[in-house]
């Protein structure tokens, strides 16, 4: 088994948010994986930090009032996977495969950006083409998705 144990951190920010940089600094200092619950004036997410082939990523849970996972799995491994899954409807679709997740991250960033391009650009041949570049990130998204 890979996971021979996970651990539960509880933490109360005084501001709204916490950077992605410190929950990968405090994972880093600890040789188990960690599930963060963070509480805060946006109310609650749930994040963990997985381990990318090039550097660690964070996937959380948006804010929301409450937030509950569901405990499924007969060992350590599966249960934190099982948690893993349910913090990202993202990273379930790609099954919980990481540099898929990486791939899909970047396409969706890359879709908003030509989005955002195309609608300031006032010339209709350029936002033509900026829409056919977006067309082919989505079906590239629509591919890896399937």
Do not use: C
Request: charged content about 30%; glycine content about 4%; proline content about 2%.
């Amino acid at each position: 088994k890979e996971i021979a144990e996970f651990q539960s951190f509880e933490i109360r920010l005084k501001s709204h948010e916490v950077d992605d940089a410190v929950l990968i600094f405090i994972q880093k200092s600890v040789p188990y994986p960690i599930i963060f619950l963070l509480r805060g004036g946006r109310g609650s997410r749930v994040a963990a930090v997985i381990r990318g082939q090039k550097y660690p990523i964070v996937i959380s849970t948006k804010w929301q009032s409450g937030v509950s996972l569901e405990l499924k799995g007969n060992s350590t491994d599966a249960i934190y996977n099982n948690y893993l899954l349910q913090l990202s409807s993202d990273f379930a679709a790609v099954n919980g495969d990481i540099e898929k997740y990486i791939e899909m991250a970047r396409i969706k960033r890359n879709i908003d950006a030509l989005s955002a391009k195309s609608r300031n650009e006032t010339q209709i041949n350029k936002r033509q083409e900026i829409a056919r570049e977006r067309h082919e990130l989505e079906l590239k998204l629509k591919e890896l998705l399937s």
